[in-house]
């Protein structure tokens, strides 16, 4: 019998990371942490689906010769799926997060890194049978691997996923835009945060609901009719726009001062949004609670319960 199709596949990256303080903040550097987008997609639909469906969340892990057996165990713990893959003549991304005196933080890579290619997805396990995936990209390669998960699907039985897309923040500039409204007609789920949308327009950040409206009219009109625009508002929390329908869920916490550490965050919210989205039927609403109670629960304890306070 072969096994269920993935409800979420992410094409995010797995790294690595050191934390590396300044002398003078007289803390401990940190080592070994896990993180990438994969990892952080993963978690948040892992979270999102509870224990029962927790191996259909799933994406690639490179395994380098340095890969330590501690962060593997971790990862297994929690009941994901996730296809560890062996790369014996390589090491495993690893990046560092560099802290300066005053708190500025700069992002290198330790090793080469190794991206997750369509092709990847499509020759590994039964991946190319996902439900939902989660892209995290340049506009032009998001759509090359919708049109060949498209082609690869043909004649299966099996319907394309649906797809979410997570712009690089880079690519988020006015001289792009066009090339992003030939993009979404492909596109189920669209989610930028706040400072990207308003980067593909050349605005300003709105300090409003309504402006956030008004930029989410700018992208929600090139969706298909099924689909929408989620703007990740961070301490705001999102807002989501369809062709049927328009609201604005708080973020989690109303005290961001018990917000510890915000990294990977939107990666997390559209794992669990995804996953959501999914085994609600495409009910928008249930899919950004999950999206936003996923960032801020306590990460261990989540996952070995499966659940989120207050999201059951």
Not at 57 to 73: C, H, L, M, R, Y
Not at 210 to 228: C, R, T, Y
Request: net charge negative.
């Amino acid at each position: 019998m072969s096994p269920p199709d993935p409800i979420l596949t992410t094409l995010g990256l797995f790294i690595i990371d050191d934390n590396i303080y300044p002398e003078s903040w007289q803390r401990e550097s940190e080592h070994d942490i896990i993180g990438g987008g994969a990892l952080y997609a993963i978690v948040g639909g892992r979270i999102a689906c509870g224990p029962e469906l927790g191996p259909r969340i799933s994406g690639i892990i490179d395994k380098g010769t340095d890969f330590p057996p501690q962060v593997e165990s971790e990862i297994k713990s929690w009941g994901a799926g996730p296809v560890f893959r062996e790369n014996p003549d390589r090491l495993t991304t690893r990046g560092a997060n560099v802290y300066q005196e005053n708190g500025i933080r700069s992002f290198v890579y330790r090793s080469p890194k190794k991206r997750i290619e369509d092709f990847d997805i499509v020759e590994t396990g039964n991946l190319v049978r996902l439900k939902t995936f989660h892209t995290c990209c340049a506009i032009d390669r998001c759509g090359t691997i919708i049109d060949r998960f498209i082609d690869e699907l043909k004649g299966t039985g099996s319907s394309p996923p649906l797809h979410i897309f997570e712009p690089f923040p880079d690519v988020c500039v006015p001289e792009n835009y066009e090339d992003l409204t030939k993009l979404l007609p492909k596109v189920h789920v669209f989610s930028p945060n706040l400072e990207e949308a308003a980067g593909f327009l050349g605005k300003a950040v709105p300090s409003t609901e309504e402006g956030i409206a008004q930029l989410a009219e700018q992208f929600v009109k090139f969706s298909p009719n099924d689909g929408g625009v989620v703007i990740r508002c961070g301490a705001r929390g999102c807002y989501i726009k369809t062709h049927k329908e328009a609201f604005m869920l708080k973020a989690y916490h109303d005290d961001q001062a018990k917000v510890k550490d915000v990294t990977g965050g939107g990666n997390t919210f559209c794992g669990a949004f995804m996953t959501a989205f999914y085994l609600s039927n495409q009910n928008w609403l249930i899919a950004g609670i999950f999206g936003n109670g996923a960032q801020l629960g306590d990460l261990e304890r989540d996952i070995h319960k499966g659940t989120s306070p207050d999201l059951y």
